[in-house]
């Protein structure tokens, strides 16, 4: 029986090369319309065979060719029509990936322990190894903050009512912010692009939890049109949370990214952690550095009297570390501590303040949609609104959480500030009480963050933009103090009008 060689030796060339081409041809069909095409391709080579075999009379063969043209024009336009879809969607985006590894190829021991040896030293090679209870002591208390920094995620509670989200999940959804914060997860579905698969999926789920086979994990595709980054696609993989006890608590649901504009998504994820990890470690060294300055408590106090003798219900926004928050529950008052950032939180947390008298949300202070109309006696925002995309809009929420007659107060840095005086004033109270040393390095971070923040966002709205800012979202300025805190801020009090 001859071999595959000998056989491909006595093949013609034109024959092999025709071969080939057809398989390359059959291989090339990715689409609809390219098996559309090489339906009335093949069709077509059919009748051409038939005509020059005299079994098809050459007069029809024509007609019959024409006719089958015309076809595929009338099934691309339907299909364009009704589906269009199919034309319009891109191949997706391919990540590079690490040589060995494109083809599943296993990399050799050898190979593994050649790069070991030959590979530049990297900074904690030469540690000790870990000890056996290092996850549990210092990696488990931090571990929430990982997840602020992946993939896009949103958490849902028991009710699949949308709480909270991720800084990835921020990006990519800020269009739709505002209007899932705290609602049901169909107020998200409905904003995707591929609304008739997600809600026919979550029909099924519900049938299932209504014959109580509750799916501890659950996946399916996600589409999304973001105004920053293009059609974006996911892989949702949302698992169930429970507590010690094994009860549910709510849900994490997990995307991960297939297609996506993703040297612009890449840019600002990488901003957006820096500046927020900038923060979480500028927290504790802000605590130990300003508890120590009387004039930040003055600031405190000047701000929160706006707020009316008496137990008052009171939103302290962009709380951070919780001082302004300590101030207000030492005053008797019922709070609401609105803060975004992780290590803020934690701090806050550690100083256990308040019992019920405390009620803290995780959110930013641009998208209040959280909390009720007309909840609050008075709102106060302590160095927050210059760090602020758009103090109006910001404001206006402000102004929507207050009751009737309800006061605002904040205090602010503006385009005229030099932050040179306050951190010169702080540096010489740490020096009177000797603490200047210990806190040498908590100091440093705090006067480098601080100058930075003065160079790119501190001087970006004057105060008159601030007082107009107030005014046009419905308050009455009461108290206006153009400079204060070391010429650092300036201070408003304010009325809903």
Same mark, same amino acid.
């Given at each position: ?5 000998? =056989? ?30 090489? @339906? ?66 296993? %990399? ?13 030293? @990297? ?27 992946t993939s896009p995620t949103y958490f849902l509670d028991v009710n699949l009512k949308l709480i909270d989200w991720n800084l990835a999940f921020e990006l990519i959804f800020a269009r739709s912010l505002g209007r899932i914060h705290g609602r049901h997860v169909k107020h998200f579905i409905v904003e995707l692009a591929n609304y008739d698969e997600v809600i026919a999926h979550a029909q099924e789920f519900t049938k299932k939890v209504i014959k109580g086979k509750i799916p501890f994990v659950d996946v399916e595709p996600l589409r999304y049109g973001s105004e920053r980054y293009g059609e974006v696609s996911f892989v949702k993989v949302a698992a169930q949370l429970h507590d010690p006890n094994g009860l549910p608590r709510g849900w994490s649901v997990s995307l991960l990214v297939r297609e996506i504009d993703w040297e612009a998504f890449q840019r600002d994820l990488l901003e957006e952690a820096r500046k927020d990890k900038l923060w979480s470690v500028y927290s504790a060294s802000y ?40 101030? =207000? =529950? ?99 109270? =740490? ?25 790119? @966002? ?19 300025? %009461? ?19």
């Amino acid at each position: 029986m001859p071999d595959r060689e000998s =056989l491909e030796k006595e093949s013609p060339p034109s024959e092999v090369k025709s071969a080939d081409s057809r398989s390359d041809i059959i291989n090339s069909v990715r689409t609809v319309l390219g098996f559309l095409a090489l @339906i009335v391709l093949i069709a077509e080579g059919s009748l051409v065979t038939l005509a020059t075999t005299n079994n098809l009379s050459k007069d029809y063969a024509f007609p019959v060719m024409l006719l089958l043209l015309f076809a595929l024009a009338v099934l691309v336009v339907v299909v364009a029509v009704r589906w269009p879809a199919v034309f319009s969607s891109s191949p997706p985006t391919v990540l590079p990936v690490a040589n060995g590894a494109a083809s599943g190829k296993k %990399i050799e021991t050898t190979v593994i322990e050649k790069r070991l040896e030959q590979s530049p030293q @990297i900074v904690g090679e030469e540690a000790p190894p870990p000890s056996a209870n290092v996850w549990f002591d210092d990696l488990r208390p931090v571990l929430h903050q990982a997840i602020h920094y992946t993939s896009p995620t949103y958490f849902l509670d028991v009710n699949l009512k949308l709480i909270d989200w991720n800084l990835a999940f921020e990006l990519i959804f800020a269009r739709s912010l505002g209007r899932i914060h705290g609602r049901h997860v169909k107020h998200f579905i409905v904003e995707l692009a591929n609304y008739d698969e997600v809600i026919a999926h979550a029909q099924e789920f519900t049938k299932k939890v209504i014959k109580g086979k509750i799916p501890f994990v659950d996946v399916e595709p996600l589409r999304y049109g973001s105004e920053r980054y293009g059609e974006v696609s996911f892989v949702k993989v949302a698992a169930q949370l429970h507590d010690p006890n094994g009860l549910p608590r709510g849900w994490s649901v997990s995307l991960l990214v297939r297609e996506i504009d993703w040297e612009a998504f890449q840019r600002d994820l990488l901003e957006e952690a820096r500046k927020d990890k900038l923060w979480s470690v500028y927290s504790a060294s802000y605590d130990r550095v300003l508890l120590e300055f009387p004039p930040y408590k003055k600031l405190i106090d000047d701000v929160i009297a706006v707020v009316p003798a008496g137990r008052k219900t009171v939103a302290d926004l962009g709380a951070g570390t919780g001082n302004v928050t300590a101030a =207000l =529950l030492a005053a008797g008052h019922n709070v609401t501590a609105v803060e975004s950032n992780l290590a803020m939180l934690d701090r806050l947390r550690s100083k256990k303040l308040g019992g019920k008298a405390l009620t803290v949300v995780k959110s930013t202070v641009e998208n209040l949609s959280g909390l009720a109309d007309a909840a609050f006696d008075a709102a106060v925002m302590v160095n927050v609104l210059y760090a602020v995309n758009d103090p109006l809009t910001c404001l206006q929420g402000v102004q929507r959480i207050l009751k009737p007659g309800g006061v605002l107060a904040f205090s602010t840095t503006h385009a005229e500030v030099d932050l040179d005086t306050l951190l010169g004033s702080i540096q010489d109270r =740490l020096e009177t009480i000797g603490k200047f040393q210990s806190l040498a390095a908590d100091y440093k971070l705090v006067f480098d963050l601080n100058k930075a923040i003065e160079k790119e @966002i501190a001087k970006r709205y004057t105060r008159d933009n601030y007082r107009e800012w107030t005014r046009a979202a419905g308050f009455e300025i %009461i108290r206006d103090v153009k400079s204060t805190y070391e010429d650092a801020v300036m201070l408003i009090h304010a009325r809903k009008t």
